[in-house]
């Protein structure tokens, strides 16, 4: 008699609410729920990060009741195997269900409202579309979600099909995938994965680990950088932002076209070894401190190699011109980077010699004057102390 009881709350409440679960009651809880989306918040309660996730996830489950989400507190000793059995070691950790699955695997997207907003638009369709053929209507419709890329194997499938089908019901939450029967118009050859984007040209998969590969080109074509996201995409590749001011509009506008164009046509070494995006630099004007930048100093553009603390920052945009000749003088640079013939600064104590040769060159005047009030006035110290010792003499 519980059991069905147990059911019929559940029932009751998983389209309105997140409902709490325990051990005893997680299988019912995913009977219930059948083939929807199911989201699992294993939480604990002193944790600050997962009390503010609350009121977010409760929102997101009335706003979405074609979703189960639960929430299991995982410091109970009776849910310490469950939470031992989904990697739940930090709080909070998120695990979700696409539908008609039996697999849960991590949830590593944006944890507020646009992000499992994102999730759940997302898990809605098939891990992969299937496509006849390939155009600028199917792009559109397959690049709908951020980030606006998509991924493509052509036929015949049989070679990379496996291996394709893995990585996309992995990665179906946060990226697109399709199969294209036609492989005219895709830029690929036939049995060939790779990534496509609006105003870009298809980038072919050069082999190696495809997981790593989706995961390092599911990005914009170009970003809107912060300190925020800085680490995540140049974990991958380096990154070249384009530093702006807002308030400079045409400049700004011209920077980030300069951007677009540098990373849209056929250059496979510059796509596989940066990562574009735009930086505001009148908001992050602390941040760009870092690099010697003031608002007044822009545009500029830096390339940034976070795994070793190194950036550089020769290039210059140029306020008039070309806009095709500026991108290449820009992907000749990068390419000069990739040599390591370009000079690279260091960041942290790396760079203390660097920042000091700075230092000087901006403020050696004021160093200077500094320098000669301080001897000035060791110089009155002493002759004031000469004359006190004088005036003691004649006393004596």
């Not at 929807?36 to 600050?48: E, M, N, Q, S, T």
């Not at 984007?197 to 912060?226: I, M, Q, T, Y």
């Not at 800085?230 to 308030?247: H, S, W, Y």
Request: hydrophobic share 45%.
């Amino acid at each position: 008699m519980m059991r069905p009881l147990l059911v019929c709350a559940l029932a009751a409440t998983a389209a309105a609410e997140v409902v709490q679960v325990d051990a005893p009651t997680v299988g019912a809880f995913l009977e219930n729920a059948a083939d929807k989306l199911v989201i699992l918040d294993f939480y604990a309660p002193w944790c600050g990060h997962c009390q503010r996730l609350e009121p977010v996830l409760t929102k997101f489950a009335l706003d979405h009741p074609d979703v189960a989400v639960a929430k299991i507190d995982a410091t109970k000793r009776m849910n310490e195997r469950l939470a031992d059995a989904h990697g739940a070691d930090s709080y909070p950790t998120l695990r979700f269900r696409r539908s008609g699955s039996t697999e849960f695997v991590d949830y590593d997207g944006a944890r507020d409202a646009e992000g499992f907003a994102l999730l759940a638009a997302r898990l809605q369709k098939p891990a992969i579309a299937r496509l006849k053929k390939y155009d600028a209507k199917a792009l559109e419709k397959l690049t709908v979600h951020k980030p606006r890329v998509a991924f493509l194997l052509t036929a015949p499938f049989e070679e990379n099909l496996k291996e394709f089908e893995s990585v996309a019901n992995d990665l179906a939450h946060v990226a697109s995938f399709a199969l294209v029967d036609d492989h005219k118009n895709t830029g690929l050859y036939p049995g060939k994965v790779g990534c496509v984007a609006p105003n870009a040209s298809v980038h072919r998969f050069p082999g190696g680990d495809l997981r790593d590969w989706v995961e390092k080109h599911n990005e914009e074509l170009v970003s809107s950088l912060g300190p925020h996201n800085f680490r995540r995409i140049g974990l991958k590749r380096m990154v070249v932002a384009a530093v702006v001011d807002p308030e400079e509009d045409l400049a700004a506008q011209g920077a980030e076209a300069l951007m677009r164009a540098a990373a849209a046509g056929f250059h496979a070494d510059i796509r596989e070894a940066f990562a574009f995006g735009v930086l505001d630099g009148r908001r992050w004007d602390e941040y760009i401190a870092t690099f010697d930048l003031q608002v007044s100093d822009l545009p500029r553009v830096l390339v940034l190699d976070r795994p070793a603390e190194r950036f550089f920052d020769e290039y210059r945009p140029p306020e008039t011109g070309d806009g095709e000749v500026a991108a290449a003088a820009l992907r000749n640079y990068l390419r000069s980077i990739m040599r390591g013939e370009a000079k690279a600064r260091y960041l942290n104590w790396r760079g203390f010699p660097d920042r000091l040769k700075r230092f000087w060159a901006r403020r050696k005047g004021l160093v200077l004057a500094g320098a000669v009030v301080v001897v000035l006035l060791f110089v009155a110290i002493g002759r004031a102390c000469a004359g006190g010792d004088e005036e003691k003499e004649k006393e004596e």
